[in-house]
């Protein structure tokens, strides 16, 4: 059985799968669709990494193309 990959500090792993963002490449207005099941915890850890950063996002839990997951917005 292969090893779980470990997340990296800017990594989202809301199900347990970490999800690469390019938050440095991120401009104000871009947003990013993360699908998971685990909605709060991707919209914490979210949070959390754009406090780091001194961003301000805003995350919305949604239905895209079928798939539940997270819509996260860089607004500055």
């Known amino acids: 059985m292969a090893a779980k990959p470990l997340p990296m500090l800017d990594d989202l792993f809301p199900d347990g799968i970490p999800v690469k963002i390019d938050w440095d490449a991120w401009e104000v207005g871009m947003s990013v669709f993360v699908p998971c099941t685990k909605v709060k915890r991707a919209s914490k850890q979210a949070r959390e990494i754009a406090a ?10 949604r239905i895209e193309g079928g798939y539940l997951g997270v819509r996260i917005w860089r607004t500055a």
């Open 52 to 61: 780091r950063k001194s961003y301000r996002i805003i995350v919305c839990t």
